[in-house]
């Protein structure tokens, strides 16, 4: 079964520095893999996906990831943090049965 | 639109008590999701429909836990009886269709304490 790896629990960047979270994934065939955001008291919300095609993914809020399948790699990245960006990071993968593996998540601190 | 709504937002009872959480889809989704995260396991799938039927229920934990869906709006995931342990946060999602084409939206999930 396919498993997702968040190598960092907590990460704190100061507010307009660049900001990656790790996401490392096992899987034998090419995986279905997602970023979520959760805010506090909130659900989860989708920042970007990735299927196939283009290993540079766009999302939401000035976000994007890149595949990296030779790394088993889908790390999230954002040129410029802002203080509404502090929240807990999830990344998943999936396979074609739907079945999905999220990651322990990654809680972002953004300081002033 | 109105999204995922999840009730309640927050129960706390005593263990041994029956709890049921309930989870209204975006209308016009046809597939439910139920999840549940702990600091311990992070976020697991536990069950999830298609078309009101349930199609994986490998991730409920136990027989304790328990969950329907009686219609295309409504869903319920029970726990009788209630341990300690059920502590978590659970979370309803629903999409368009179990394909990976169409991302699940989540509601703002029950937090459930279990004293």
């Known amino acids: 079964a396919q498993s997702v790896t968040q190598p960092d629990i907590h990460i704190t960047v100061s507010e307009g520095a660049s900001l990656e979270l790790r996401c490392n994934y096992s899987?034998?065939?090419?995986?279905?893999l997602f970023w979520y955001v959760q805010s506090p008291g909130q659900g989860l919300q989708l920042l970007l996906k990735?299927?196939?095609?283009?290993?540079l993914v766009q999302g939401i809020k000035g976000f994007e990831a890149e595949f990296k399948r030779s790394q088993s790699s889908f790390n999230l990245r954002k040129p410029s943090v802002h203080w509404s960006d502090a929240a807990e990071y999830f990344c998943?993968?999936?396979?074609?049965?739907?079945?999905?593996?999220f990651g322990a998540g990654t809680r972002l601190t953004v300081k002033p | 639109d109105a999204g995922v709504i999840q009730s309640p937002r927050h129960e706390v009872t005593e263990m041994g008590q029956e709890v049921t959480l309930r989870c209204k889809p975006i209308?016009?989704?046809?597939?439910l999701f139920w999840y549940r995260q702990t600091m311990m396991r992070g976020l697991e799938l536990l069950i999830y429909?298609?078309?009101?039927?349930?199609?994986?229920d490998s991730g409920m934990p136990e027989d304790r836990f328990s969950a329907k869906m009686p219609n295309a709006s409504f869903s319920t995931l029970k726990i009788q009886p209630s341990e300690p342990r059920d502590s978590a946060v659970y979370f309803c999602?629903?999409?368009?269709?179990?394909?990976?084409?169409?991302?699940?939206?989540f509601g703002d999930g029950t937090r459930l304490s279990i004293l």
């Open positions: 999602a629903s999409s368009l269709s179990t394909g990976f084409n169409q991302p699940q939206h």
């Open positions: 899987y034998g065939a090419t995986p279905y």
């Open positions: 990735y299927f196939s095609g283009d290993t």
């Open positions: 998943a993968v999936g396979d074609w049965n739907n079945d999905m593996r």
């Open positions: 209308s016009g989704h046809n597939s």
């Open positions: 429909f298609n078309n009101n039927v349930p199609i994986d």
